[in-house]
């Protein structure tokens, strides 16, 4: 992040550039909840959104403080801010690109090589290259150090072997930032070592994960002696916990900080949504409803305000606090208030419904969804202990596993 | 805790072991994913066998005889597996309105059909979301000389597409009236449902040709809507405790961290408080089946048990969902089947909120 | 327990004898709300207490179902039950009396010396001995075993040094029984003593421990040297957790099934009592409050079910269950309920009144007490702990302390 | 996660010194337990020394002219430690009205008193419980000549026995007036309170020589309703915050099974949820405060804010007591100091329900 100085009459221009740019090349959002986050992530939506990214690159407009030799712009996050007020109220089709811009780049820019650096960036801001994330497994899901897939040195090459899995845009993904157990000798978070992977290498095998809901933006990834040139490696041997660590913070800050303009705008979505609902089935006189309705409005508003403050705090140079583990807490309560209240007021309608009442079909998709969300990006309980330990200060659990090799822990 | 029969455990325990090894829930779970049916016979075979076609029918119409304890008692296992017969919809629901009914020349030939397991009824009442007690106004019956026919729309119905007849309720010159109408007589149509394990429809009827089994009746209906609750509950009561097995045998085997995760106090007590939910809707869900038994009033009884059991279904196939993790809300784990029926079961024959309201209005307030 | 059987003609006769007796002896309960348990437990109230205690003895309907050697009556649980039931709607003046008769008198009956049972149970049936049950101590709430009031021998006697706390009828009592550490080289469950200690006896401080509501039903004891004869042991040297285990349970038993005629009857009580505030206030016709009236009625309905379901358990000779911690937990979320509704109920008039407003007088100690209603006894976190590792098998935590001797265990 | 200005947290932060020198809770229960009083001057000296009693009254009235926001942030303070002194009653609530008031000659000899700390005034809107936004119909302000008299009674006045002077809302023939009534001309009712750190009371007026400051002031009213319930909310937030750190505190200390309490789930999750809603409530609690600085409408703002920092305090207060266990909820803990503010700050200027209604009115609904 470069952090010249700039005067508020180049902001004022950069701001018109942008605003400019916007009523030229993006579509308002005018349908209620149509945030354009909801359209999944299929190789239609991948085609739009590569279109737009590469108009935004060609445009100047990406990766605004990222270096000028990288591809970036090598502005200030006062760019950064002022791009993402202007883009609040349009559809940003940039879903696809948020674990490429979100997660992998930053990490890349912090850990990997130089020559890495040069050959990715570019296409990820261009949106020429989609990352994945190659981090959870089924056996280390809230445990993610206790990863057990393998990498094996073999002469100028390494050799993958095991099972990733909730692995987004891993089926249009050209490359992959995969963490690797290689050394099972010493404590767990000391043997991991991060790559990054060719997605079109003989031997990975991506299967579509489907959900409850039916949607499947996740995939289970298998690798089956994938071959990686040691130029992959990114950061030391042994030394991929702490990149790991870096990518998921970037995550929950991207997560938090509305994805680099993927932010919700300044509106109550659901609010406006349940009332809706709530005026045709004749319920916005009952005060048992009106108190749960009230009560969303609430809980959307104050997570626009936390939004706000997180926002303000990032950009007076403040270190990013616990926000985005308290947005994620507050936002899968609301999800399930929500989710909840839709079906009280669906009543049988909200179960069983006609083809063409279309309604009823998104409120099922919304309580069916909303097990997932809380669970995806962390378990509620996993966001308390991060809260509990390093924004309260609190005692860890005794860890049985912390000091041992990971060979001897216990293991599913 | 139960504090059941001996007779009415073991009724219970072959239920339960007929249907652990007939309908695994892979089985059921293949079977919602259309990849599998269930044979066409499998529901007379059960009557013949378990006879739980004719649990509650009278033996002098070819049933068992049993009680409406032991018909709870034998839903909590059909709760339990989510098995795809049609048990509550035709053993139960069905079946209930005839033993109501006081018509015996009427109901004779329905209940031994449903008895021998070759027909199965259906309960078709609502006329539309957001109404419950059902209304009738939608539906009109009328007679012509001796018969009766019925015209109208029903809606929610379970087990639609299996159902041979149906019974009706139906406006008529004077007052409610319950009517069979066979299927052949009725246009079904199919609904989409959340819960994947048991269909959903509605039907049309033109003129349909009806059989009543009771007039004048309100007192019936209400009835009726009330062993509804009471027979649904029971049902899921059982769901909601497969799901507090399910959790508690995932917490035992699951390990992250080098730990049992049921040894973490978050885990452990997402599993208490599950538990202390289901001790406490069961000894609702009993309590209303055994008034019920015993002919007592069950307007409160049914209410505070479908509030307990829809409570505690729903709230268990969620926690269940947070204790596996990631895996538990994917399509190919059983989760969500059991989440699904939840949802759909606390919707019908009245929602917790309603069943509040009417709490009051019973307690005279 | 004995276990003769009886004929229902024998059941019917004892049934109209205990009728008959009630309705000479106590008082019907009229007031709303009014069980006879809110009286406090002062000595005035002692008194009465005992009287009733005393008539109930000379009457024969004390300890129905203790051995007849001891001053019981070597009846069946069938009659208790019967017993049980005709007192339902009558005031029972018992509290005083329930840890001696629920707790300390069955420890003794299954623990005690012949001696000390001869010497004791006989008083405590008939009222004239009230004992007291000294387990907590400041730096052992929840963790029981973790006591370090110590017990040293000294020739044929025993002295005891140190402090416990929530102690119920302290101020009263006659007698206690105490847990002690006599060995702290050894684990901390396994150097645990129980005594039976006289309270007049020098060195005994009893200091009343007023709670937040006002109310000192609680005390704190002090021993400072106190010396207590070794035929004061119950059970054996070091043995005395096992013991105190078993006093534990049989609170939790007789705390559930009612504590030996206690029971609150089939009533409604806080049902009644919110409608009759929701009333007065005008928000009877509210729905928001009217759906929060009927979860008081369902959770207080659901609790007396449960209470039948588990006196009709142990009248088949089932051993106790979960139940006692399910009502518990489920009883301390009803209060919770009730607390709350009533003060959103009176808005103002519940945080000030006038002193001649009664009315929100008691609601204030409601709301007072709740917090300490869900704590005294055990901790809704204790409760889940035994429901989630002894009812469904769930595996105890990683427990640092329990092999370690006591003297090494980290303390407050 | 605070995004104050500097100048503000050096404000928030001197006061934080003088209150934990002055009043450390020790202390503030030993007054509260009647077993000390505070010193007659202390107001005045405060007054003199912070500038808190005319921290937002205008220079020209010898005030600091600081913005409700500063306001806001030192009612945090005061929160946080109970200290009782009048700055919510006087210098918040019994000043606001003041500020909105346009009559700069009848404001000024009672501004200029309130900045000294040789008077503090009381806010008296209320005319019963359970009417929120209060009634003026009780009260009847009369003009006479040039002199207005004001009858009525006004109650759950807070620090009612201090007061110097009484900021009262009445009918008048042109719609609802705000006046000012002496204490020495009004008869005082102490009343029981759950709140032992601050007095309240009613007060009866019988034709009490009063001041106008506003007439047909329904407008301002609801303005000084909306301003009452942000400066209660800061007040709240610091209480709910000042808990979560007792209970943090307290976690990190205590052992139990050989281990420091916080380390169990259980207890670390109870003290993170009061985090998660401490931080959403100050947002809103300082969003509001904020708005109303930059003399925006706060209708809304206000109501979350009061709903927020309402349910965060009294939520707080509860939990911290369980994390304590039995020291808890004796009396000789300070828990149930902040218990018993929660409750009653809960209740006053609109309880969470009637916000949560009002929002929908606001709203458009």
């Known amino acids: ?412 | 805790m139960s504090v059941m029969s001996e007779e009415r455990e073991a009724l219970k325990s072959a239920v339960a072991d007929y249907l652990d090894s007939t309908f695994p829930i892979d089985r059921v779970h293949r079977i919602a994913n259309g990849k599998e049916s269930v044979p066409a016979d499998e529901w007379s075979k059960a009557a013949a066998g378990l006879g739980l076609a004719g649990l509650v029918i009278p033996e002098e119409f070819g049933g068992q005889g049993a009680s409406l304890g032991e018909l709870g008692a034998v839903l909590q296992e059909f709760g339990r597996t989510l098995a795809p017969l049609p048990m509550l919809s035709s053993a139960a629901l069905g079946t209930v309105p005839f033993l109501v009914s006081t018509d015996n020349a009427a109901k004779k030939p329905f209940l031994e059909a449903l008895a021998a397991g070759t027909a199965t009824a259906a309960l078709a009442l609502s006329e539309g979301a957001n109404q419950w007690p059902a209304l009738t106004s939608g539906t009109k019956a009328t007679k012509s000389g001796d018969s009766w026919t019925v015209s109208g729309k029903k809606t929610f119905v379970l087990d639609n597409g299996g159902a041979t007849f149906y019974v009706v309720s139906a406006s008529t010159e004077q007052g409610a009236g319950l009517f069979v109408v066979n299927a052949s007589d009725v246009q079904r149509e199919a609904l989409m449902a959340i819960d994947l394990t048991r269909d959903q429809g509605s039907i049309t009827m033109n003129n349909a040709p009806a059989t009543p089994l009771a007039l004048n009746a309100d007192a019936q209906l209400k009835q009726i809507e009330d062993l509804a609750a009471t027979l649904i509950a029971s049902e899921q009561i059982g769901g909601a405790d497969a799901i507090l097995k399910m959790m508690v045998e995932y917490a035992k085997m699951r390990v992250q961290f080098g730990r049992i995760i049921g040894s973490f106090q978050a885990i452990k007590h997402m599993c208490a408080n599950t538990l202390v939910e289901v001790e406490q809707a069961r000894g609702a869900a009993e309590d209303a089946a055994d008034k019920a038994a015993e002919g007592e009033d069950i307007t409160l009884a049914a209410s505070l048990a479908k509030i307990a059991c829809s409570e505690v279904f729903n709230d268990a196939t969620l926690t269940n969902i947070r204790v596996h993790g990631g895996i538990g809300f994917t399509w190919e784990h059983p989760a969500h089947l059991y989440f699904r029926r939840a949802r759909s079961s606390a919707a019908l024959f009245g929602t917790p909120d309603q069943h509040r309201e009417a709490l009051l209005v019973g307690l005279g307030y």
Chains 1, 3 share one sequence.
């Open chain 1, 1 to 412: 992040m470069t952090t010249t100085t700039q005067t508020p009459a180049e902001l004022e221009e950069f701001r018109l550039r942008a605003r400019d740019w916007f009523a030229k090349n993006a579509k308002r959002i005018d349908a209620v909840g149509d945030d354009g986050s909801e359209e999944g992530e299929n190789e239609d939506f991948l085609a739009i959104a590569r279109k737009f990214q590469n108009q935004l690159f060609d445009d100047g407009l990406a990766g605004l403080s990222w270096p000028k030799e990288y591809g970036g712009q090598s502005m200030t996050m006062n760019h950064q801010r002022i791009f993402n007020e202007e883009a609040s109220g349009y559809i940003m089709p940039s879903s696809p690109f948020m674990v490429t811009l979100g997660m992998c780049a930053p990490t890349l820019l912090q850990y990997g090589t130089e020559t890495q650096r040069k050959r990715h960036i570019g296409p990820m801001l261009r949106g020429d290259e989609v990352w994945c994330q190659l981090f959870s497994e089924p056996g280390a899901g809230s445990d993610v150090a206790g990863l057990s897939t393998k990498a094996v040195q073999d002469g100028d090459e390494w050799v993958i072997n095991g099972q990733k899995v909730w692995t987004s845009g891993a089926h249009f993904a050209s490359f992959g930032l995969i963490v690797t157990r290689t050394n099972p000798d010493v404590p767990k978070h000391k043997g991991i070592t991060m790559f990054i992977v060719d997605m079109k290498a003989p031997g990975v095998t991506v299967r579509p994960l489907r959900q409850m809901s039916g949607a499947s933006g996740f995939n289970e990834v298998f690798f089956d002696n994938v071959r990686v040139p040691a130029a992959n490696l990114v950061g030391e041997v042994e030394q991929g916990w702490m990149a790991a660590i870096g990518t998921l913070m970037n995550e929950r800050v991207s997560i938090g900080a509305g994805g680099g303009g993927l932010g919700r705008g300044s509106g109550t979505p659901q609010f406006d949504r349940i009332v809706e609902l709530a005026t045709r089935v004749g319920k916005m006189n009952d005060s048992a409803t009106r108190q749960q309705i009230a009560s969303i409005w609430t809980k959307e508003r104050t997570l626009a305000i936390l939004g706000d403050r997180m926002r303000s705090s990032l950009k007076s140079g403040k270190a990013p606090g616990p926000e985005g583990s308290i947005a994620k807490l507050a936002g899968s309560e609301l999800g399930k208030l929500v989710a909840d209240l839709g079906m009280e007021l669906l009543a049988e309608s909200g179960q069983a419904w006609t083809k063409d009442d279309e309604e009823s079909m998104r409120w099922a998709t919304t309580v069916l969804g909303s097990p997932g969300g809380a669970i995806a990006g962390g378990t509620p309980e996993i966001m308390r202990n991060i809260l509990g330990e390093r924004t309260l200060g609190l005692p860890k659990e005794p860890q049985l596993d912390r000091d041992m090799p990971f060979k001897d822990i216990k293991a599913n």
